[in-house]
């Protein structure tokens, strides 16, 4: 039953209300995503203020979905929306968009746990919404999301983050007074605040005008000075209040006491008992309590009930709508829950589950294990429970499922109450071993490691529970993803040491504490003892988990160590073990580490860029596309990144990212994604990159800062922000705990750059103390890489070199252009043609700022400039040519590149071997002379193997076959 109008006016909110207006709609760009996130006590207007928002943008053309957050701590996962979708549904004549609602809602129906985890379900959702909207604006409107679920939370994070290629704003209502203490809101709104595109209003009471004027509205006349100061008084401005307050005063009850507790009381007790008695059943329900649930509840003729509930609707305490009944405001349960007398209370909430318990549907089982617990029979809400956790565990809802397993563990403990007719509930058979192993294992996945520790203690004790040494394992997991190494570790050798642990466990152990000690930057135990978990797997069978984790492990400590050939062995071992089992997670694995080791310690870009786009297509086949083929082609796009192949990396980021990954892969390809449009000189693509990204961690993601705060960095620099590049280098250095010299030097590199260019322009003052700090990671950079294997050394030795030329422009304000020359042959060498062009962009300006050697500098700066024009870095090419200018130095006449090539297909150009690397040439021109791979190994002094994958990558890029066809591409447009 939908409620009267409201006939109080909306006093003081019009500049709200326009305000919220332009952030959902006028001001949100076609594809884009805004959020409003309004907090403010209870009864200051959120609620109405979202009514009344939500019908100006419906009227404007955009489709307002309406949902309220359950009131209970034990939500079904993704619950207002579910909810928003089925008040639709009602209320659409459109077939088509009816059609869309229906099938979104079936998505959350038929949903099952796969491979591909919540990411998975997050997906098909804004798939659905994406139909739902049909090209509309989408406005999400959510009430009361202090309350919401943690697959909610996900859920926002991701569409905000821009990823559901949809143009949605997000309106939702926070009671102020909730986020208290560790509320998981807290952190999110606090990361939001910084974003631009989110909004965090706080809604204030209404000033003394506003107070009067709404008070006026309702009386029919002005107050009197004396009684309009003692409602200010007493209200302090709250809407709510001052309604309740004012309706008093126009009715007569001026003998109300002045407390707000006496007010709603008195209100209630003026009803007549039917009405009364309906106001007490949804005060103990989990709104919006539905027409049918009530009067099962209340158990009222039809024609009573209803006159029941016009009644408490006229005397402003409820408020109906088509999906059931809500309080006008939940203050009024909080004050009616201490009025019943225990037996009164049990009754309402027995009657509750009675009635759902006759009513079965997926929403229920949440809502019937909280009424038969607050109904006081354990042995009944246990089963929901249970069921409410395993929905959970369906729609990946982890926390919402540890909450549930702990309730029904707290339910199992409970002694059974003897029910009103004397019967007690038939009892029910619980393993509390397996209750206290479901627990423990989702507050692992939700985070909850401190909780988790402590249930695997208590499965420890119980004597059903599980053998000691799988005990030890599962307590090292949860030990390590609490950040607690050393007892973690120690776990895994109790293990390893037990005389009485099976030869399986034994091989897990091995294989996780060698990645445990790679993560701890023990590298040299780490390849021992994925060396002892190789050799325990190849004695059981079912190991190939265990032999993909310690060969990557071993891989990387061999790498690291300065054995690469080794390493690749190992890691290519393991693909095959993979590939023989046919578990496609191994398989998926392997070809992540492998391609990850390729393009990073051994800086083997090429082949590092194959491995990871023949590992893509083979995991998407075993059908994990969403979730490892992502991560496979964020490797790849970096590869190619830094190889200088932009066009191609924005076709293979473009690509993945259609997927609509969440979480950290899709951290991974914003920001490989963002590099492209800092290196293309596209501010607002890389800003909005760099805010989906925010939005995403907001969620949790920590090891992303430091690669988010680079860019940040970067992108500063090139905007001659050299205070918001120091800021961010400055955060990266205090928050970071990486052992990682690669990116450490990196972070040094924008660190020095920053401050050195400051000091060109002389915007900003450089700071010493920060300089210093920068020195001394240069000076630990360099200390730790003499320690690492040839090929880490190999890496950070261009970022070293690039960090030596940047402190000379600080210490003598001009740079030595020996030191930048050194620089631009060591990134040569690397074939990353972007910081070479970089550094001899620099060695010029050394040259001319000496006035010596001008015709090298010229050349220096074509040469530069030539690179620049090649990748399309706009912001490089720019500093090229104000350089040149003021040195009178001609440049080549080139088409200045296009602000953001992405936007148009790139000009062919007249040399078909363009899009080749300086390698895959020297590679071709031997294959042009009827070279065979292992002679041309012999002659560039690389294995066969390599030369195979870089003919392969060859023909790819030049769309041939056969090493015909590409040598005849080479002999017709080889040099004369």
Known sequence: MASDVDSAPLVGRAGAVATLRSALLDDVAPGHTAAVFLTGESGVGKTRLLSEVGEQVRQAGALVLTGTCLDIGDASPLHPVRQALRRLDADLAEARTTSAVRGLLQVFDEETPGPDGAGALLERVAQGLHLVAGGRPLVLVLDDLQWVDRSTRQLLLYLLAGLGDLQLSVLAAIRAESLRGAHPLRRVLAELRRLRSVQVVDLLPLDRAGTDELAAAIVGAPLPPEAADQLWQRSGGNPFVVEELARDRRDGRDGLSDTLREVFLGRVDALPQPAHAVVQAVAAGVEPVEHWLLAQVVRLPEDELLDAVREAVAHRL????????????????????????????????????EALTAAPAELHQARLAHHWRQAGEPARALPAAMAAAREAERLHGYAEAHRHWSTALTLAATPAAVPPDGGRPAPVEVDRAELLS???????????????????????????????????????????????????????????????????????????????????????????????????????????????????????????????????????????????????????????????????????????????????????????????????????????????????????????????????????????????????????ASDRDLEAVATVLAGGGARHVLPMLILRAGLAMWQGRHDLARQAVQRGLTESRSDDVIVLATLAWHGLRAEAEAAASRTVEVDPNAVRRLREVVDRVTRKSARA??????????????????????????????????????????????????????????????????????????????????????????????????????????????????????????????????????????????????????????????????????FDKLQVRTRVQASAIFLRNRPE
């Open 789 to 954: 294997g040839a090929p880490v050394r190999y890496v950070a030795d261009g970022f070293l070199a690039l960090c030596d030329a940047e402190l000379s422009r600080l210490d003598d304000g001009r740079g030595d252009p020996e030191l930048w020359g050194r620089s631009a042959t060591e990134w040569d060498r690397r074939h990353h043609p972007y910081p070479a062009a970089y550094s001899r962009l620099r060695q010029a300006e050394a040259l001319l700022s000496r006035r010596s050697r001008m015709a090298t500098a010229g050349k220096l700066l074509r040469q530069a400039h030539a690179t620049a024009q090649a990748l399309g870095a706009v912001p490089l090419s720019a500093e090229i040519r104000t350089l040149a200018g003021r040195a009178r130095v001609t440049l080549d006449d080139a088409p200045t590149p296009a602000p953001r090539p992405r936007a148009a297909p790139a000009v062919p150009a007249v040399d078909e071997l363009a899009v080749l690397t300086a390698r895959e040439r020297e590679v071709l021109a031997a294959v042009a002379e009827g070279l065979t791979n292992k002679e041309i190994g012999q002659r560039l002094f690389i294995s066969e193997r390599t030369i195979g994958v870089h003919v392969s990558h060859i």
């Open 318 to 353: 409820l408020v109906g709508a088509d999906d059931g009944y809500r309080l006008r405001h939940r203050l009024v349960a909080e004050i009616l829950a201490g009025e019943l007398l225990p037996a009164e209370r049990a009754a309402l909430h027995r009657r509750y589950a």
């Open 438 to 684: 479901h627990a423990a294992e989702a507050a692992h996945h939700s985070g909850e490691h401190a909780r988790a520790l402590t249930l695997l203690a208590e499965l420890s004790a119980d004597p059903a529970g599980p053998p000691p040494c799988a005990l030890h394992i599962r307590r090292a997991r949860y030990l390590a993803a609490a950040g607690r190494s050393a007892p973690a570790e120690e776990e895994y050798r109790r293990v390893l040491s037990a005389a009485d642990c099976l030869p399986h466990e034994r091989c897990t152990a091995a294989a996780r504490r060698a990645e445990l000690l790679l993560h701890l930057g023990r590298y040299a135990e780490a390849g021992e003892q994925a060396r002892e978990a190789l050799d325990l797997a190849a004695g059981v069978p079912g190991c190939t988990s265990e032999v993909v984790l310690a060969s990557s492990a071993l891989g990387f400590s061999e790498a690291f160590l300065g054995d690469p050939a080794d390493g690749l062995t190992v890691m290519r071992r393991a693909l095959e073990t993979a590939e023989t089992s046919g578990r496609p997670e191994d398989v998926a694995c392997a070809y992540l580490h492998l391609a990850e080791l390729l393009t990073g310690p051994l800086n083997i870009l090429e082949e590092g860029v194959v491995v990871a786009r023949r590992g893509a297509e083979r995991v998407a086949e075993l059908g994990l596309g969403r979730t490892w083929e992502t991560r496979l082609l964020a490797v790849a796009t970096n590869g190619l990144f830094r190889v200088g192949q932009w066009a191609e990396a924005e076709k293979v980021v473009a690509a993945a990212l259609r997927h609509r990954p969440s979480g950290a892969d899709a951290v991974e390809l914003l920001l490989a994604r963002c590099r492209l449009s800092v290196g293309y000189g596209d501010v607002e």
